[in-house]
């Protein structure tokens, strides 16, 4: 049957289960959106192409299918590749399409013209040129293959607008399943004597491709085996926090947990690499043995000692785990216990002072309000460090923020995450910079149909920056103030629920009343600006009422 390319390019999404495509439409890839029209796959329309972007690689996080973003030409990948530069560096599988001008425009610098490959050669797994429409359904099968595939991360396929509206004969590409790398029961085994001789091993767990299964059967024979488990920075939901979680290492983390790291006498990265935000810039856990768990032959992102390398994703190494008996050797349960009391102290909430709403006690009320059935969604900047610090995670998928640390991800990532998952809560925590990066993306939610609750921490400041000028130019802060409209009434302006808290005491009854709108809600939060994070080594729990 004949039909053009573009249409066999979203023939080719389906053949993919692909269940939404994000995108910002553009007059260079009409075809493919005419292709959309009559197809089961969801349109999801954004507002700028950075939004669109972070919503698909929310779609890739939570979902385990690479997320779809489509956009057009120069000044629309322009816009787009702060996504890739995410998934680049958080290996999160994206596909990314792009609308180019017509073949025949190529290089007499025409309108919106720039180099595929030369923008995103050097941050992407691939970048394609579909310049022989035949192969239309074949390219995409391979970029949503290679997205998945080794370690995950992202692709980038142009789409020249004059080669979309040819006719191919064509049939779709077969779906390229992904090989999972099993380890060999001699791995196995090396692993677990490994283990059985150490006295204080701990396992570090993080990046994608975790489930509830995998993440619970491997807390359940580590607290048997006596064996802590951390996670990688913002990975904080690939395991439940139950008795052998000791915490996360990464910006914000304890001073215990990073003291730890260097007390260890084995460590064993399980789905991460040791990289500079794990080990505080190479400084810490260089020296120990290191048995490392990933599908990633390079080892990408992983510093330094490497005595074993286990090819596997996480759930391929938790399903042949070894006995716990024979991975505890003579070792007690003390070292374990240690950390998961230290990780217990430390994520006790405890109240800053200052004026405004005190985020301590605010956080401990999010705690216990929001239902367990979450996802939380960060952008960047120093007021998600309360939610990193004070929310407990339960469940895989029930976290997106971006490890590379880009502004802007939390509101497009919950208007995703609620479409994705549209019986759990997704609860946007950003502060004020970070808030209005990507705020146009509220409208998505509305035009969707998605709830997600924004929780706007306003300070005036950026004040992660601001902190580092108080550190090494006190007295001299410059380039970090900002004016801010009333958030809520904002919000209330799509018809959502907007309230602005300004004292501690009504943060309580003021996200009870946001929980039970069934509207996408904001909380403009208003706070001190003098109050940073709660130091790494404060254990001061909140006083009860």
Same mark, same amino acid.
């Given at each position: 049957?004949?039909?053009?390319?573009?249409?066999?390019?979203?023939?080719?999404?389906?053949?993919?289960?692909?269940?939404?495509?994000?995108?910002?439409?553009?007059?260079?890839?009409?075809?493919v959106?005419?292709?959309?029209?009559?197809?089961?796959?969801?349109?999801?329309?954004?507002?700028?192409e950075?939004?669109?972007?972070?919503?698909?690689?929310?779609? +890739?996080?939570?979902?385990? /299918?690479?997320?779809? %973003?489509? !956009?057009?030409r120069? $000044?629309?990948? #322009?816009?787009?590749?702060? =996504?890739?530069?995410?998934?680049?560096?958080?290996?999160?599988?994206?596909?990314?399409?792009?609308?180019?001008?017509?073949?025949?425009?190529?290089?007499?610098?025409?309108?919106?013209?720039?180099?595929?490959? +030369?923008?995103?050669?050097? /941050?992407?797994?691939? %970048?394609? !040129?579909?310049?022989? $429409?035949?192969? #239309?359904?074949?390219?995409? =099968?391979?970029?949503?293959?290679?997205?998945?595939?080794g370690?995950?991360?992202?692709?980038?396929?142009?789409?020249?607008?004059?080669?979309?509206?040819?006719?191919?004969?064509?049939?779709?590409?077969?779906?390229?399943?992904?090989?999972?790398?099993?380890?060999?029961?001699?791995?196995?085994?090396?692993?677990?004597?490994?283990?059985?001789?150490?006295?204080?091993?701990?396992?570090?767990?993080?990046?994608?491709g975790?489930?509830?299964a995998?993440?619970?059967?491997?807390?359940?024979?580590?607290?048997?085996?006596?064996?802590?488990?951390?996670?990688?920075?913002?990975?904080?939901?690939?395991?439940?926090?139950?008795?052998?979680?000791?915490?996360?290492?990464?910006?914000?983390?304890?001073?215990?947990?990073?003291?730890?790291?260097?007390?260890?006498?084995?460590?064993?990265?399980?789905?991460?690499?040791?990289?500079?935000?794990?080990?505080d810039?190479?400084?810490?856990?260089f020296?120990?043995?290191?048995?490392?768990?990933?599908?990633?032959?390079?080892?990408?992102?992983?510093?330094?000692?490497?005595?074993?390398?286990?090819?596997?994703?996480?759930?391929?190494?938790?399903?042949?785990?070894?006995?716990?008996?024979?991975?505890?050797?003579?070792?007690?349960?003390?070292?374990?216990?240690?950390?998961?009391?230290?990780?217990?102290?430390?994520?006790?909430?405890?109240?800053?002072?200052?004026?405004?709403?005190?985020?301590?006690?605010?956080?401990?009320?999010?705690?216990r309000?929001?239902?367990?059935?979450?996802?939380?969604?960060?952008?960047?900047?120093?007021?998600?460090?309360?939610?990193?610090?004070?929310l407990?995670?339960?469940?895989?998928?029930?976290?997106?923020?971006?490890?590379?640390?880009?502004?802007?991800?939390?509101?497009?990532?919950?208007?995703?995450?609620?479409?994705?998952?549209?019986?759990?809560?997704?609860?946007?925590?950003?502060?004020?910079?970070?808030?209005?990066?990507?705020?146009?993306?509220?409208?998505?939610?509305?035009?969707?149909?998605?709830?997600?609750?924004?929780v706007?921490?306003?300070?005036?400041?950026?004040?992660?920056?601001?902190?580092?000028?108080?550190?090494?130019?006190p007295?001299?802060?410059?380039?970090?103030?900002?004016?801010?409209?009333?958030?809520?009434?904002?919000?209330?302006?799509?018809?959502?629920?907007?309230?602005?808290?300004?004292?501690?005491?009504?943060?309580?009854?003021?996200?009870?009343?946001?929980?039970?709108?069934?509207?996408?809600?904001?909380?403009?939060?208003?706070?001190?600006?003098?109050?940073?994070p709660?130091?790494?080594?404060?254990?001061?729990?909140?006083?009860?009422?």
């Amino acid at each position: 049957m004949s039909q053009s390319a573009g249409h066999l390019i979203v023939a080719q999404l389906e053949a993919h289960r692909v269940r939404r495509v994000y995108a910002v439409p553009g007059e260079s890839y009409l075809d493919v959106l005419d292709g959309l029209h009559d197809s089961p796959i969801e349109t999801v329309v954004c507002r700028h192409e950075g939004g669109a972007g972070f919503m698909a690689l929310t779609e +890739g996080r939570l979902t385990g /299918t690479p997320g779809v %973003v489509m !956009v057009t030409r120069g $000044p629309g990948a #322009a816009n787009a590749m702060i =996504a890739v530069h995410t998934a680049w560096q958080d290996a999160t599988a994206l596909v990314l399409f792009v609308g180019l001008i017509p073949v025949a425009d190529r290089e007499r610098d025409s309108f919106q013209e720039f180099s595929l490959t +030369g923008w995103f050669g050097t /941050t992407a797994k691939r %970048v394609f !040129v579909l310049d022989d $429409p035949d192969r #239309a359904g074949e390219l995409v =099968a391979e970029a949503m293959h290679l997205a998945a595939s080794g370690r995950p991360g992202p692709v980038v396929i142009g789409l020249p607008e004059d080669v979309l509206v040819r006719q191919v004969e064509v049939a779709r590409a077969p779906v390229r399943p992904v090989a999972g790398a099993t380890p060999s029961p001699a791995e196995i085994t090396m692993v677990a004597e490994q283990l059985a001789a150490a006295q204080r091993p701990l396992i570090v767990a993080g990046g994608d491709g975790w489930d509830d299964a995998t993440g619970r059967t491997l807390m359940e024979w580590a607290a048997t085996a006596g064996i802590p488990v951390a996670t990688d920075w913002r990975a904080y939901d690939v395991v439940p926090h139950s008795a052998a979680y000791a915490g996360w290492l990464g910006y914000g983390r304890a001073d215990t947990l990073a003291a730890r790291l260097d007390d260890a006498d084995l460590l064993l990265f399980l789905g991460c690499g040791r990289s500079d935000v794990l080990s505080d810039g190479f400084t810490r856990g260089f020296a120990q043995p290191t048995l490392l768990v990933l599908p990633d032959p390079s080892a990408t992102m992983h510093a330094g000692r490497i005595d074993q390398h286990v090819l596997s994703t996480p759930g391929a190494f938790v399903a042949v785990l070894p006995t716990p008996e024979s991975a505890r050797g003579a070792r007690t349960v003390d070292w374990m216990t240690e950390l998961n009391t230290d990780q217990q102290r430390f994520a006790t909430p405890h109240p800053d002072g200052g004026t405004g709403v005190d985020l301590g006690v605010a956080f401990e009320v999010l705690e216990r309000l929001l239902p367990r059935e979450r996802v939380v969604t960060y952008g960047a900047g120093n007021a998600t460090i309360w939610g990193h610090r004070y929310l407990s995670h339960t469940q895989a998928h029930s976290l997106v923020a971006p490890r590379n640390g880009a502004m802007g991800l939390a509101v497009p990532s919950a208007v995703a995450a609620s479409l994705i998952f549209p019986d759990r809560q997704a609860v946007a925590i950003c502060g004020d910079g970070d808030f209005f990066m990507n705020a146009q993306e509220v409208s998505v939610a509305f035009a969707q149909g998605s709830t997600p609750l924004v929780v706007v921490v306003d300070n005036g400041i950026y004040g992660t920056i601001v902190q580092h000028q108080r550190a090494h130019y006190p007295g001299r802060a410059s380039g970090t103030s900002m004016t801010n409209p009333d958030f809520a009434a904002w919000m209330r302006s799509f018809g959502g629920y907007g309230e602005l808290v300004e004292r501690t005491e009504d943060f309580e009854s003021a996200l009870a009343s946001a929980l039970a709108s069934g509207l996408p809600a904001l909380l403009h939060v208003r706070t001190d600006p003098e109050t940073m994070p709660p130091p790494a080594g404060n254990t001061k729990p909140v006083a009860q009422s």
